[in-house]
């Protein structure tokens, strides 16, 4: 919709039926994980990995992007966890996925507040140094209250440099009806 129409949901657009609240994201994490993982990885505007339920190897979503004009692809591996129970294990899996799958930045979306080891795994991760002069870090953590707030990922996405996904061509304006032709019954 903002791509072909230059309109912005929640401003030209109501969407109905998505969570605007944490609690109605508790809700939804209660009722269907699966889709609670596809609207916390639309916030940020990621690619679900899977379309079906099953072992996703720890790849939830995907964001891809070029730092710089001409340069190969670097992605950002994303964990989606609506559970209460969460732990500094999920940080350091996290930190194994995004080695083994070469993406530059991991981030684990949770429900509820990172633990205190949990922040200090992630800060130990280190940070990426993107050529265009940003600083990011390797691995992130995000509450849905974060998303809903505004934050989003720390990650070089400069306009046009966004490889996640295509982008849709522009609308032509719609004509009006000939006003000679009946419109219908």
């Given amino acids: ?27 939804l994490a209660a009722t269907d994980p699966w889709q609670f993982q596809w609207w916390s990885l639309g916030l940020v505007g990621a690619r679900p990995v899977e379309q079906k339920k099953g072992a996703d190897k720890g790849i939830d979503g995907r964001l891809y ?11 950002v591996i994303l964990s989606v966890k609506a559970g209460q129970n969460l732990g500094v294990g999920m ?10 799958e070469g993406a530059v930045i991991g981030v684990l979306i949770t429900m509820r ?59 032509a304006k719609a004509e009006a009806p000939h006003p000679e032709l009946p419109l219908g019954d």
């Fill in 91 to 100: 940080v350091r899996d996290l930190g194994h996925v995004v080695q083994r």
């Fill in 1 to 27: 919709m903002r791509d072909a129409f230059n309109l912005e949901a929640g401003k030209d657009y109501t969407v109905l039926g998505e969570p605007v609240s944490v609690p109605d994201a508790e809700a």
């Fill in 65 to 75: 992007f070029h730092d710089e004009p001409g340069a190969e692809t670097k992605q």
């Fill in 113 to 171: 507040e990172p633990t205190g080891p949990m922040k200090t795994e992630a800060v130990s991760a280190g940070f990426y140094d993107s050529p265009w002069g940003g600083s990011y870090p390797r691995l992130q953590i995000l509450t849905v209250a974060q998303l809903l707030a505004g934050e989003g990922i720390k990650y070089p996405h400069v306009e046009g440099m966004d490889a996640t996904f295509k982008r849709a061509p522009k609308a």
